[in-house]
């Protein structure tokens, strides 16, 4: 049977266009039904791919191509060929069902501003966008999308246009992915320079025959496909725009910058895995930058005031554990929280979003509290979110974020090394996660503003929340037991390491779930001790260390340190040696020179012309006449009289 | 019709010169004659992709006869799939020249609408003729109405804006064509013929020394890189960018200049061009990165899209001398890329700087609010600039850098590849600049008049064809492909291969081509 896949992007597609040209024209329901069919018309095409699949009445991989292809040029030939895979199922299930929630969520959040249409048109744009970067069966049809959902996210970041600020980010963030792109592009033009192909399968069965590749070759294009993946999903070093990304409305933090595109990184090395799984040294790249990125955004974190600007931190940390897993060739484990966070993270942000609803705007974290009474189904499943994440037994994100450890730990003194860490990170987001509970939700309200009430958000909003609250509670199941369970079974076609590593032993992995809960209640009891009740503790301990208090609230000044290292020079030499020297004095002052010699010849020409410029026109319009004379007699001519102007009928 | 198309194509707009001159200067007739005259031109050069025969090399629609005996000077022109889209280009540039002008050209319009479209057919010329002389005398033509235009429209007012300007353009562009036109004639004493394919034929079998053709070749290149501009060449861009009309300014770089290093430089003199490709190769990704940086840092949005046209353009320079294949598709369809985005970022920027008189990057800001459909062009030209996939600037981009990796230089290739993270900063800061943020004063201005300041009727008609034509071509560029790469494979091809042949293969098809019409 045929799936259709193309319809699964070309349906929002379909939703960009009608509310991008004639949405503003359009009555706000109508907008609505466009903008949220097109991705539950999508969700249900990949749902009903997913049943073909569960009965066996499609195999896998499955895949379909446009019958032109996109660029024919000498030795390089690339289609739009989209393939489906037990990979690419799983992460469009979450894209179009997580995007669909989203949807339905945003027609609430968003009821009441300016440009409704726009913002529709451009979440769909994102769908189309993601869901091509999903279905890609080559590197450049995957490019397509990664840029495309950098374009959305851009348009998305920036939608509050007239706000500095949320221009800024927008553009902060389109730049610093285009670095990272960069470094796809590279390793694009390696594969098309050394296999002649970037179809995925082409590449797997290229490099399956021929087993002595050279191993540097390969390194160094999985290094360069990891520049490209920590620029889209926030890593070290190119992680800087993801925090400012906050401007966005919140919805879109939660789909783009948590859910989904974010997380396009850890999707596009799994994806790759058949390279990376024969570079080692860029595997031990990728497990050190996520195991850096996850320790040290969890640290920025313990002191964000911003409630939103917690959760980006805790979602650059938690790609960090994907990567982390990635770089132990858990592929399947690092997918499986990628899942998991999909849920969980969406419903933190959404929960914030109806905080934030709900307070009139208020973001800031010490300005919140007592929540708990006056928004009810946001306390119970933002509690639900919390608990998920901090690795609560039975919970979503205990199930994932177990698994990725245990697979570090069982790679040898380097891997529980990075267990370590992993831990200390876990310890860590246990402790902001439940600092973030209790700031907003306990204890008496700290607004100055006592004019608003707070209020619940309407069920618009709240439906989703409780669909994945549900989701972060019970989604782990799917990946419980050996080897991730059914949900590990089920990709093991697609996501088993050339080399895979022995099974954890059952009584080790009961030991480190162990461990893995009390680091978990280490950090809830933590942080009940200093934000449980009304207490100077938190205070006292900023002011006893203020140097590293103020280090981690200035986020270790990375963005300073680019600034000076990075822009600022580049814009020196644009503007005084570039500009003034070589263009300057260089490239226009040569000009003069020959101007000053064509000055002597024009003195030498003014004797006996009139220097009139009229008169040059004139010249110029009787020469041209004469041409075409000339040239309508030479064509008549050469056509033959007798036939003349037969020619004009034909 | 088929022999007889190119010569109406390069009628038709002197035909509409002379009636522009003639008829009364009262109101807008001249601009409608001129709008009628390049429609039905455009309409003419459809004829050619119409007809064309694909996957086949060598000249179509040809027309060949002799006009002067002595020295022997034919009127010879064709087109093949290297020039077939340009000509189709620079029909499609006609309408949407004279609509920008419409309103922006408001005083001696019978002067301006005449030499319009006399740069018109000199511009369709130099891309048909086929006859070096023919060809040496459109390219001469196609610089005066250029050089004049300026000089009388020279938009700023300082003294002596204009004038000044167009001096530099004429210093520019008429010091190399004196080499070149000394180089022709050296080459008609030689052969005794100014046709094309002979001479390709003549200089491939050794008939020229290498000594003489090394010079002439460099005449060539010397012309035709300052046309372009390749760096550091670029000296009279950015004032002719900042002074010219639009109608003029989009069609001044670029095309012109990349399609006659291709045709003669490449053509003609394919060991020499090989032997200057190391320094080409470098001079083009100097451009690229130095087009960009400057970009990032001009305070005038004329000068920034002169920095940028650079940088783009070198992209193309970078294609052609890497002589691969796919390295040449993308270089002319780079080419046309550029004549198409460039076209609508000059038309954007013109009313934006007819609505506000000034192009000071800085007094603009928060202009989205009040022209939304300005904003989203821009944007869609803007992303098209910076190579977003899916656009057509991305099809060029990629083919010129992946080629490049693989053949010439991977290390150029790399240094290359980073102009896209520039031109990503420059050009989505300029959007901020002028259409993000809080509103400036000179957008809030627009609330005391009554007009709407968003695109009208007339911009809406120019710009959306060619914003719809950027996604298209960003996502069939086969359409264009097919003919272009048939024509440019005998380029890619070692030189040697060709010297050694007595007939090359792509004259014999020529022949038959030539029988066929």
Not at chain 1, 268 to 297: E, K, S, W
Request: aromatic fraction near 12%; proline fraction near 5%; hydrophobic fraction near 55%.
């Amino acid at each position: 049977m045929t799936l259709s896949l193309w319809l699964i992007p070309l349906l929002p597609l379909a939703g960009f266009l009608v509310n991008g040209l004639v949405g503003s024209r359009l009555p706000k329901a109508l907008v609505t039904t466009v903008a949220l069919a097109a991705p539950l018309a999508a969700f249900l095409v990949v749902v009903r791919a997913a049943l073909a699949v569960a009965n066996h009445s499609v195999a896998l991989p499955y895949s379909e191509s446009c019958p032109i292809g996109w660029i024919n040029a000498g030795p390089i030939h690339i289609d739009f060929t989209f393939a489906l895979d037990q990979l690419s199922l799983i992460m469009l299930l979450v894209v179009t069902g997580v995007g669909f929630l989203i949807h339905i969520y945003s027609a609430g959040y968003m009821a009441h501003e300016d440009g409704y249409w726009r913002y529709f048109a451009y979440l769909n744009l994102f769908l189309f966008f993601m869901t091509v970067l999903v279905l890609a069966e080559n590197a450049l049809l995957m490019f397509v999308g990664w840029e495309g959902v950098g374009l959305a996210s851009y348009l998305l970041i920036g939608f509050y246009f007239s706000k500095t600020s949320a221009a800024n980010a927008g553009r902060k963030a389109f730049v610093v992915n285009r670095i990272g792109d960069f470094g796809f592009l590279i390793a694009i033009f390696l594969l098309l320079a050394n296999f002649g192909t970037v179809s995925f399968s082409g590449l797997a069965a290229a490099l399956t025959a021929n087993p002595g590749t050279s191993v540097a070759l390969l390194t160094t294009i999985s290094l360069c496909l990891l520049v490209g993946a920590t620029g889209k999903s926030a890593q070290i070093p190119l992680y800087i725009w993801l925090p400012d990304a906050m401007e966005g409305p919140t919805p879109v933090s939660a789909l783009i910058h948590a859910a989904t595109m974010v997380t396009a990184g850890v999707y596009m090395v799994a994806r790759t895995h058949f390279l990376f799984d024969r570079a080692p040294l860029a595997l031990t790249v990728v497990a050190v930058v996520g195991a850096a990125t996850a320790i040290f955004a969890a640290t920025i974190g313990l002191v964000q005031t911003d409630i939103k600007r917690v959760l980006a931190y805790s979602t650059v940390s938690q790609l960090g554990y994907m990567f982390l897993g990635c770089g132990v060739a858990a592929y399947s484990a690092a997918i499986f929280h990628l899942v998991t966070h999909a849920f969980f993270k969406a419903l933190l942000f959404l929960a914030a979003g109806s905080v934030i609803h709900g307070l009139s705007g208020e973001q800031d974290l010490r300005k919140m509290g007592g929540l708990r009474k006056k928004l009810p189904v946001t306390f119970w499943t933002m509690s639900a979110g919390v608990f998920a994440i901090a690795g609560f037994p039975l919970l979503s994100g205990f199930f994932s974020k177990d698994a990725i450890l245990a697979a570090a730990f069982n790679q040898g003194t380097f891997g529980k090394g990075l267990y370590v860490v992993g831990l200390i990170t876990a310890l860590l987001t246990s402790f902001y996660m439940f600092r973030l509970w209790y700031l907003a939700f306990f204890g008496e309200s700290r607004s100055d503003d006592h004019s608003h009430h707070p209020h619940e958000s309407p069920w618009s909003m709240l439906g989703p929340l409780v669909i994945l609250a549900i989701l972060s509670v019970f989604g782990g199941w799917m990946g419980a037991g050996e080897g991730l369970g059914r949900f590990g079974a089920f990709l093991a076609p697609v996501l088993t390491p050339l080399h895979p590593a022995e099974p954890v032993e059952a009584s080790l992995e009961y030991a480190l779930m162990g461990v893995a809960v009390a680091v978990a209640l280490l950090g809830w009891f933590l942080a009940h001790r200093f934000y449980g009740s009304k207490n100077d503790r938190a205070r006292a301990l900023a002011a006893s260390a203020p140097g590293v208090y103020n280090l981690l609230s200035g986020k270790y000044y990375i963005d300073e340190l680019y600034n000076r290292l990075l822009v600022q020079p580049v814009l020196f030499i644009s503007r005084y040696i570039l500009g003034w020297i070589v263009e300057g004095a260089i490239v226009r002052g040569s000009v003069w020179v020959a101007a000053g010699l064509i000055n002597l010849l024009g003195e030498f020409l003014r004797r006996w012309q009139s220097g009139n410029i009229r008169s040059y026109a004139g010249w110029l319009v009787t020469a041209a006449a004469l041409l075409l004379f000339a040239v309508l007699g030479v064509t008549l001519g050469a056509a033959g009289i007798t036939v003349h102007f037969n020619w004009v009928g034909h | 019709m088929d022999t007889q198309i190119i010569s109406l194509i390069l009628l038709a707009p002197l035909v509409g010169a002379i009636l522009v001159a003639l008829v009364p200067d009262r109101g807008k007739l001249p601009a409608w004659v001129a709008l009628a005259t390049t429609v039905v031109t455009f309409l003419f050069t459809l004829h050619l992709p119409a007809h064309f025969h694909y996957g086949q090399a060598g000249f179509q629609f040809e027309s060949d006869c002799l006009w002067l005996p002595s020295p022997a000077i034919h009127y010879h022109v064709g087109v093949d799939g290297l020039s077939l889209w340009l000509i189709v280009l620079a029909g499609l540039l006609g309408p949407i020249g004279v609509l920008a002008s419409w309103n922006s050209i408001r005083d001696r319009r019978k002067t301006f609408y005449s030499l319009f479209l006399i740069q018109q057919t000199a511009m369709i010329g130099v891309f048909v003729a086929l006859d070096l002389m023919l060809y040496y005398g459109f390219w001469e033509l196609s610089l005066i109405p250029m050089a004049i235009l300026i000089a009388m429209y020279g938009r700023t007012q300082s003294d002596p804006g204009g004038p000044k300007a167009a001096l530099r353009f004429f210093l520019f562009t008429f010091i190399p064509s004196a080499p070149l036109l000394v180089a022709l004639l050296w080459l008609y004493a030689k052969t005794h013929t100014f046709d094309f394919t002979t001479l390709q034929q003549a200089i491939a079998s050794g008939t020229i020394p290498a000594g003489p053709l090394c010079w002439l070749s460099l005449a060539f290149l010397f012309a035709f890189a300052v046309k372009v501009p390749v760096f550091p060449l670029h000296g009279w861009l950015t004032d002719v960018f900042a002074e010219a009309p639009v109608a003029m300014a989009m069609v001044v770089a670029g095309k012109l200049g990349l399609y006659s290093l291709i045709r003669f430089h490449v053509g003609l003199f394919p060991v020499q061009a090989r032997a200057a490709a190391p320094w080409l190769l470098v001079l083009a990704v100097i451009g690229i990165l130095y087009g960009a940086l400057l970009a990032l840092v001009q305070k005038d949005f004329w000068r920034l899209l002169a920095y940028g046209t650079l940088s783009s353009l070198s992209f193309c320079v970078l294609g052609i001398y890497g002589f691969t294949l796919s390295g040449l598709d993308g270089s002319v369809y780079q080419t046309l890329n550029e004549g198409i985005i460039g076209a609508a970022l000059f038309v954007l920027f013109g009313l934006i700087y007819e609505r506000f008189g000034t192009s000071q990057i800085s007094v603009y800001g928060g202009l989205a609010s009040k022209t939304p459909a300005l904003a989203a062009t821009f944007t869609i030209a803007s992303l098209a600039l910076i190579g977003l996939p899916m656009l057509n600037g991305f099809v060029g981009e990629f083919l010129v850098l992946s080629s490049t990796f693989a053949g010439a230089s991977r290390t150029l290739a790399v240094i290359a590849t980073a102009g896209v993270i520039l031109s990503a900063a420059y050009m989505l800061q300029l959007i901020q600049r002028v259409f993000l943020g809080p509103i400036s004063d000179i957008a809030s201005n627009l609330e005391d008049h009554d007009r709407d300041f968003d695109l009208d009727f007339r911009e809406r008609l120019v710009l959306w064809p060619l914003a719809v034509l950027m996604l298209v071509m960003g996502l069939a560029p086969a359409l264009w492909l097919r003919a272009i790469e048939p024509a440019v494979q005998p380029a890619s091809l070692p030189a040697q291969v060709h010297a050694a042949r007595p007939t090359p293969p792509v004259s014999a098809q020529l022949v038959v081509s030539g029988g066929q019409q």
